[in-house]
């Protein structure tokens, strides 16, 4: 394998790297962009691609990762590089051992990918990074002219890309959508009361469920692109991604950091407890305060506070948690936060934290394995990877995963949007779905779709 950098055009849109790889024939894709934008990667391609099935996963992909890592040949400038090559993306299933179905076709349980091009856009300056697979009988001088040539494909592409956001309508017209829930609300509802009702039975303490919609639209395919653009426009506080693959793209806007490390430093976040915004300042401060004094959603966040902490405990040294938990405003909802962070242990690497984080009390439930039985027998979704760590790791184990929420998967005329609620002992099965109601609002704005006031619409 074979690196080389360069300095990437200052001020250039990320989102125009992201658009020109149909073009370059690149049907693999990744869009990777930090809260405030204070980091953007962008993958084309894939030379090298690490997959792995069932409760291994993740083991399984650590060893793939070490492995190639321990062969990789690396020509780089490291004054200008944010990150230690090789970079790898990837994503997860949510369970392995929930049923699958066609809708995640080519999203396997685990994968990394190497990309053919990498541009990142991060201090100290923009940079490109080639990645290449080089057999042992290789010619060096054709291995050389075959990189120029790529650079100048790239280089052509780069120069007339397509326009960002490409042509849209700006809301799509009822006559050409169809919104529809998977499961009818009345029965996600059903299933809500009866968590409620295992729970008061003492089965588990909590558990979280998730539903989905399908929006089918008739007058045109659903492009990754302008959902993105939107999502940037107004989502700039949250974690935005898209990974394209097998004739799919699945994006979103998730407001939820699994974990980051950097230089032996890990940091995680409980995020757990949610109200809608308010349309006015005074309406606005009322929600939060109800958020910040209601018991149901302060009991919801800590039991994740006292998960994460006691996962950590097997990885790292010197673990602190926020006092109390503060407030993540965005644009349509807020939540309870409170960060968590520690020091790994010598050796340990962050997708061993995946395996000891995933799934948090968050988007799974509490206790793990019994919450876990529970969606399995009951919630009649293939989640695929909603809900679950998509990010990057590099050379050095670096890296950061978002749980992939506030999300939807495309796929030609057709987009799932997913979202879920915590269900605890007072939950009550209307207002839950009304949250998830309010959390779908991200990816059909991203969309193009303006939601209805109709409270039985989906």
Known sequence: MEQSTAAASAGFDPLLCFAIGPSLGFTERFYWQEPGGQRIMVGLGSVATLEAQGPERFRQLAGAWQHLIAEALVAARPALAAHKPPLLFGGFAFDPEQPRSALWEGFPDGLLMLPAFLFTFAAPEPTLTLNVLVAADRDPLQLGDDIVAQLEVLAQALSSPPDVP??????????????????????WMEQVAQAVRQIRRGAYEKVVLARAVRLLRQDRSFEPEPALWRLREGYQEAYLFAFSRAGSCFLGATPERLVQAQGGALETMALAGSAPRGRTLHEDEQRACELLGSSKNQREHQIVVEVLRQALASLCTEIHSDPEPHLRRLKNIQHLETRITGRLQPGRSILEALEELHPTPAVGGFPRAAALAAIRAGEQLDRG???APIGWVDAAGNGSFAVALRSALLRGHEATLFAGGGIVADSDPASEYAETRWKFRAMLGALGVEEDDDENSF
């Open 385 to 387: 990877w909603y809900a």
């Open 166 to 187: 490409p042509a849209m309508p700006a809301v799509t017209t009822p006559s050409s959508l169809h919104l529809e829930s998977l499961l009818p609300p009345a029965a």
